[in-house]
């Protein structure tokens, strides 16, 4: 089955392109951070994503000045050493009536060196290096919401946060896990591309189990 649901129906039909798509970050050792759009539950077609174009400025946290190459598939910057953070709400535009137009924000991590959080919508592991992994939105865990558990080789489980929005990530193999959850905020918010009534918040988090 393609990798749909992580965002509500109607919003599948609203904005097919912004459902179904993420924004997450891959990164090997201390080499450059690769900024990926697309679907992570589902194989790279070759060259990328056909919705890649959209990824133009992903903002890096902190902040940067370093260029950002445009590879097949992936934007690739030179980043410190240490987790990675980028976010970014101008990859779809505002879609919908006036007065009622939702928008998508990405966040995106890589690594799990440090316990704590630093976006609005981030998934961070409880102790450096652990396992276990909390999901934060606003600064305050978010208690039984479905977060996404994406193997290396593609195997996928749906996992919900318990009572202190943790959960356990289920390994089964070594290399790359990609951990994914969304939330739809009714209240709206402000966008670098405007106001939107409803804005959908969307998080991943990659690590790498040796």
Same mark, same amino acid.
Not at 65 to 82: D, H, N, Q, S, T
Not at 173 to 188: N, V, W
């Given at each position: 089955?393609?990798?749909?649901?992580?965002?509500?129906?109607?919003? @599948?039909?609203? *904005?097919? #392109?912004?459902? /179904?798509?993420?924004?997450? %970050?891959?990164?090997?050792?201390? =080499?450059?951070? !690769?900024?990926?759009?697309?679907?992570?539950?589902?194989?790279?077609?070759?060259?990328?994503?056909?919705?890649?174009?959209?990824?133009?400025?992903?903002?890096?946290?902190?902040?940067?000045?370093?260029?950002?190459?445009?590879?097949?598939?992936?934007?690739?910057?030179?980043?410190?050493?240490?987790?990675?953070?980028?976010?970014?709400?101008?990859?779809?535009?505002?879609?919908?009536?006036?007065?009622?137009?939702?928008?998508?924000?990405?966040?995106?991590? @890589?690594?799990? *060196?440090? #316990?704590?959080? /630093?976006?609005?919508?981030? %998934?961070?592991?409880?102790?450096? =290096?652990?396992? !276990?992994?909390?999901?934060?939105?606003?600064?305050?865990?978010?208690?039984?919401?479905?977060?996404?558990?994406?193997?290396?080789?593609?195997?996928?489980?749906?996992?919900?946060?318990?009572?202190?929005?943790?959960?356990?990530?289920?390994?089964?193999?070594?290399?790359?896990?990609?951990?994914?959850?969304?939330?739809?905020?009714?209240?709206?918010?402000?966008?670098?591309?405007?106001?939107?009534?409803?804005?959908?918040?969307?998080?991943?988090?990659?690590?790498?189990?040796?």
């Amino acid at each position: 089955m393609t990798y749909r649901y992580l965002t509500p129906l109607l919003l @599948a039909l609203a *904005a097919p #392109a912004a459902q /179904a798509h993420e924004v997450w %970050i891959e990164r090997d050792g201390t =080499g450059p951070a !690769r900024i990926y759009l697309g679907e992570p539950g589902e194989a790279l077609p070759p060259g990328g994503d056909p919705e890649f174009d959209h990824l133009k400025t992903p903002q890096l946290l902190p902040a940067s000045k370093a260029a950002m190459a445009r590879k097949a598939g992936y934007l690739e910057v030179a980043v410190p050493a240490g987790d990675v953070r980028a976010h970014d709400d101008t990859v779809f535009a505002p879609w919908g009536e006036d007065g009622k137009k939702e928008g998508v924000a990405y966040f995106a991590r @890589a690594g799990r *060196a440090e #316990a704590r959080s /630093a976006m609005p919508f981030e %998934i961070a592991p409880v102790s450096a =290096g652990g396992d !276990r992994f909390v999901l934060v939105r606003d600064g305050k865990p978010v208690a039984d919401a479905q977060v996404t558990v994406i193997s290396p080789d593609k195997w996928t489980k749906a996992v919900r946060t318990d009572a202190q929005g943790t959960l356990a990530v289920p390994l089964r193999e070594k290399g790359r896990y990609i951990l994914t959850a969304s939330h739809k905020d009714e209240a709206g918010g402000e966008t670098s591309l405007g106001k939107v009534a409803v804005l959908h918040r969307i998080a991943t988090t990659t690590f790498i189990s040796e």
